[in-house]
Each structure stands twice: as C-alpha cells, then as structure tokens.
C-alpha cells in the first residue's frame, strides 16, 4: 500500500519524492551548520566582520583554543557521514545514491550560507573569502564565496541528473 503525499501527487517511494525529502533535509542541516557556525565565529571574535581573516590566522586563532580545530574536523566529518547515510536511505541503486548525495551536498552548503547572511549578514559579498574547510586544514581551502556555490549548484545539477537517470531505468 502506498500512501500519497498530500497535495503533490507522489508517494513517498517515488524519486521526486525522496529527492524532496533529501533536499529537505539538506536545507534544514544547512542552517543547522549555519547555526553552529554563528557561535564558531563568536568564539574566534569574528561573528560581525565584513572581512574573514586569512588562513593563516584563521589557524592562529582556531590553535588559541586548542580543542576547536579537532572538535571542528569532526563535526565536518560527520556532517559529511549524515549526508552519505540520508543519500543511502534514498536510493537503492550507488549512482543514484552519488546523485543523492551531490543533491544534498549543495542544498547544505547553499543553505548554510543563506544562513550565515540571514543570522549575521555576512558574507557581505559572493567575493568575500571565506575558509571553506578544516579537512585537511590547508591554505588551498581559502577561497571565495562563489567558489563554493557555484561548485555545489553544479552539483545539484549533476546529482538531479544522476537521481533521475537512475529512476527512469527502472
């Protein structure tokens, strides 16, 4: 027995479903991160500047609190572990898992920008730079706003693709 989404027409085991499901659930982990970022940039005394400091003294400033940057690279890590097991659950098949997972890769990181500008209006600007992330800390990870959102609008793209090919075949 399937029971139809009210008002879409899809039951939830169909793709565009689950696919809204993800994004769903990728927009409301984006704001989550926005949300724990907001306090990060609290702790370093950066929560309301227009400019991120560079890499350099990013690490500087992260290494004063000597717990941050290991507590930080595992909370990458998980986030990036909890959108591989949502990506799992949405798909049976590993190329539409991959496009699960790219889906809700750039919806997170959209969405964690959108929060970052709607909590503390930053970043001012998509050239703003930003330090993307700690895994591995790198100065390679200093890069511009845009970079960042361009890369995952991509992957939104390619991901909807992946997804959709891989329901189709069946």
Not at 60 to 82: D, F, G, H, N
């Amino acid at each position: 027995m399937t029971v139809a989404l009210r008002g879409t027409g899809a039951s939830p085991t169909s793709a565009g479903a689950r696919l809204l499901f993800v994004t769903v659930f990728a927009a409301a982990m984006g704001w989550l991160e926005g949300v724990v970022v907001v306090y990060i940039r609290g702790l370093l005394g950066i929560a309301h500047t227009d400019v991120m400091p560079d890499s350099a003294e990013m690490m500087r400033r992260m290494s004063a609190l000597a717990w941050l940057l290991p507590t930080e690279q595992t909370r990458e890590a998980a986030t990036l572990i909890i959108l591989a097991a949502v990506a799992a659950l949405a798909a049976p098949r590993l190329r539409a898992r991959f496009g699960a997972f790219l889906v809700a890769f750039g919806i997170w990181d959209i969405t964690y920008y959108v929060a970052l500008y709607a909590l503390l209006r930053w970043p001012p600007g998509l050239t703003t730079m930003d330090l993307l992330f700690l895994l591995p800390p790198h100065p390679w990870w200093y890069q511009p706003v845009w970079v960042p959102i361009a890369i995952s609008c991509g992957m939104i793209g390619v991901g909807v693709r992946l997804f959709t090919a891989t329901a189709r075949e069946r």
